[in-house]
């Protein structure tokens, strides 16, 4: 299974969006910006992947 395919790319996109709803509820109670919190999520998530996928694949044009 690939881990590019367009149907992880949609489920990861839905995800970021139903996060960023709950991040936004969470932001009216504590008064930190949510996209504060979106943005530590995508460094935990880079860290993640680092230990997961040791080499991330260049995504050059091949002209």
């Known amino acids: 299974m690939e881990i590019?395919?367009?149907?992880?790319?949609?489920?990861?996109?839905?995800?970021?969006?139903?996060?960023?709803?709950?991040?936004?509820?969470i932001a009216k109670k504590t008064n930190i910006p949510a996209v504060l919190m979106l943005i530590t999520l995508g460094i935990l998530i880079k860290i993640g992947l680092g230990f997961l996928i040791p080499t991330i694949p260049r995504l050059y044009v091949i002209t």
């Open 4 to 25: 590019f395919s367009s149907y992880n790319v949609i489920i990861e996109a839905a995800i970021v969006v139903i996060l960023s709803f709950w991040f936004n509820s």
